[in-house]
């Protein structure tokens, strides 16, 4: 991949352009190698020129909060961009709509929320991951999820294209969206209902002390590693693999989380390959004595 011309313009974009960079710190596995290119954009215009300029040369990968994603040992032939403060602002429409931008995390957002007397985004306190990511994998937790609470969304294309798309253009699965992976979701608006901001309180405390008690905490995991096979089985993912799968069953430092068997983790210095080999490992036991096929949560880069 050729970027000289990228290494001169680079003080020319607004925004860091990095070479070579390390990516293990950039996501919640602390797993990887180096991307070729590493993008933070300082604000839209910084964004699209970079786009402009890199065109389709390569790869792009969108990087959120890095809690659900998995790099690969290797280099990283492409970019990633992960947005920068300016994606990151939070403002209130009106007394129940919020606008937020794509980098800013879920807790962050729910806390904005709460503070400004609108209930039903409390969900997303107990979500690790940024909007964007919230968008692209339609994220939820105890029976809500971003489609229930998304009115559009901002968006600009790998060409440098802005546009504005409506929720109700947009076909929601359970933790996935039908939208092409060459979008850059910019910012969301989000609707709720008035309510009491102690009320709200209230309820995000319990909701934050139920999942607390069920999943781990303060350790290298990327959350949940596969979705819950709605259309196959009653049962949730953690009772099959923990029905099915050893529980000291591990590769390396990849193992399986005692408290919860869906998180997986990298115990200290887990290669890629070690956390794969898991996965596969588990996959395949769990259709071998139960027929029921897993498919990823976490996001694979390679």
């Known amino acids: 991949m050729e970027i000289d011309d990228i290494k001169k313009s680079a003080l020319l974009i607004d925004g860091d352009i990095f070479f070579d960079r390390s990516i293990k710190n950039l996501n919640w596995f602390n797993i990887g190698g180096k991307t070729k290119i590493f ?27 890095g809690s659900n994603v998995l790099f690969d040992d290797d280099t990283y032939q492409g970019t990633v961009i992960k947005l920068g403060k300016s994606f990151s602002n939070i403002t209130l429409l009106d007394n129940e709509t919020i606008i937020a931008g794509t980098a800013a995390s879920q807790k962050k957002v729910s806390e904005f929320a709460k503070d400004n007397n609108i209930s039903g985004l409390e969900f997303m306190s107990c979500i690790p991951g940024s909007i964007g990511g919230g968008i692209r994998m339609n994220s939820g937790c105890f029976k ?24 109700n253009k947009i076909d929601f699965n359970y933790r996935s969206i039908e939208l092409p992976k060459d979008l850059i979701f910019l910012s969301a608006t989000f609707k709720g209902n008035e309510k009491k901001s102690d009320e709200i309180s209230n309820y995000m405390t319990k909701l934050n002390t139920v999942k607390n008690m069920a999943q781990p905490t303060k350790i290298k995991t990327s959350g949940s590693t596969f979705k819950n096979p709605i259309n196959q089985t009653d049962r949730k993912v953690w009772e099959l693999i923990r029905s099915c799968v050893p529980n000291e069953t591990s590769y390396g430092d990849a193992f399986i989380s005692k408290k919860h068997a869906n998180f997986f983790v990298n115990k200290k210095n887990a290669k890629s390959e070690d956390m794969k080999s898991l996965i596969n490992f588990v996959k395949k036991k769990v259709k071998d004595q139960t027929g029921v096929k897993l498919e990823l949560e976490i996001v694979v880069v390679e």
């Open 144 to 167: 809500k999820e971003f489609k229930d609470i998304l009115i559009s969304i901002q968006l600009v294309d790998f060409k440098g294209v802005v546009r504005s798309l409506p929720a």
């Open 39 to 65: 993008f933070k954009p300082s604000s839209l215009k910084g964004l699209i020129d970079y786009l402009k300029l890199y065109a389709e040369r390569n790869k792009i990968f969108i990087l959120g909060n």
